[in-house]
């Protein structure tokens, strides 16, 4: 048998399955062999009970499996703005308009999402929970999954306090999802609110004062 040759192919599946997995087309298996908590919801795939161990952002996080292991996940079916060194996309979010006021706008609820996010979750033990309707991982090698606190959804409460958008893909709360999206949209619930908050700014304003000019002073008639 030729050793070499078995090892060399032996080494290519290897590089050809790592880039797969990293591509999201093949799932990568998680740390825990079999899942660690009950399911919930409609959502059939395995759970975990997990720490939140560090808030990437307002949609990204790190977690530690009860066996120590470690992981990243991308919450699934959201999307929050970006945050420096990262650019913004105005497209991506319906109504905010694609200029300076609008990346400042999204700067600042992206910045406010990963606030959030570090209040709700950071330290915090909570319910991991993938989906067999969606991919197992993203594009970067991150999990795809739902976070659960307190038997709470954390990916749609996102969407519902304007946190974030729905990210298009295919998962099994894609539906629910859109209408809290539309709900939040509708009433201008967080980074929604752009065009309502310039209104009511504009709406209190007080008036402004004219400034005089060298024909505004009275003329005083002279007496003969």
Same mark, same amino acid.
């Given at each position: 048998?030729?050793?070499?040759?078995?090892?060399?192919?032996?080494?290519?599946?290897?590089?050809?399955?790592?880039?797969?997995?990293?591509?999201?087309?093949?799932?990568?298996?998680?740390?825990?062999?079999?899942?660690?908590?009950?399911?919930?919801?409609?959502?059939?795939?395995?759970?975990?009970?997990?720490?939140?161990?560090?808030?990437?952002?307002?949609?990204?996080?790190?977690?530690?499996?009860?066996?120590?292991?470690?992981?990243?996940?991308?919450?699934?079916?959201?999307?929050?703005?970006?945050?420096?060194?990262?650019?913004?996309?105005?497209?991506?979010?319906?109504?905010?308009?694609?200029?300076?006021?609008?990346?400042?706008?999204?700067?600042?609820?992206?910045?406010?999402?990963?606030?959030? =996010?570090?209040?709700?979750?950071?330290?915090?033990?909570?319910?991991?929970?993938?989906?067999?309707?969606?991919?197992?991982?993203?594009?970067?090698?991150?999990?795809?999954?739902?976070?659960?606190?307190?038997?709470?959804?954390?990916?749609?409460?996102?969407?519902?306090?304007?946190?974030?958008?729905?990210?298009?893909?295919?998962?099994?709360?894609?539906?629910?999802?859109?209408?809290?999206?539309?709900?939040?949209?509708?009433?201008?619930?967080?980074?929604?609110?752009?065009?309502? =908050?310039?209104?009511?700014?504009?709406?209190?304003?007080?008036?402004?004062?004219?400034?005089?000019?060298?024909?505004?002073?009275?003329?005083?008639?002279?007496? =003969?």
């Amino acid at each position: 048998m030729d050793y070499r040759r078995v090892a060399l192919g032996v080494t290519a599946v290897i590089v050809v399955a790592a880039l797969a997995g990293c591509s999201g087309a093949v799932p990568l298996p998680t740390p825990d062999s079999e899942s660690t908590a009950e399911p919930v919801g409609a959502a059939a795939g395995p759970s975990w009970n997990v720490t939140v161990t560090y808030v990437v952002d307002g949609d990204t996080v790190d977690v530690q499996y009860e066996n120590g292991s470690t992981e990243t996940v991308r919450l699934l079916g959201v999307d929050t703005p970006e945050t420096p060194p990262n650019s913004i996309s105005p497209g991506e979010f319906e109504g905010i308009p694609d200029s300076d006021a609008g990346r400042k706008h999204l700067t600042s609820w992206g910045e406010q999402a990963t606030t959030f =996010a570090e209040r709700e979750l950071a330290g915090e033990n909570v319910q991991l929970v993938v989906d067999d309707r969606a991919d197992r991982r993203g594009g970067y090698g991150r999990l795809l999954a739902y976070i659960y606190v307190d038997g709470e959804n954390f990916n749609q409460r996102l969407l519902a306090e304007g946190y974030a958008r729905l990210y298009e893909s295919p998962f099994t709360y894609r539906e629910e999802f859109a209408e809290t999206e539309a709900t939040a949209q509708r009433n201008g619930v967080g980074l929604w609110g752009f065009e309502d =908050a310039t209104a009511t700014a504009a709406a209190v304003r007080p008036p402004a004062t004219p400034l005089p000019t060298a024909y505004s002073s009275p003329i005083i008639e002279r007496r =003969a």
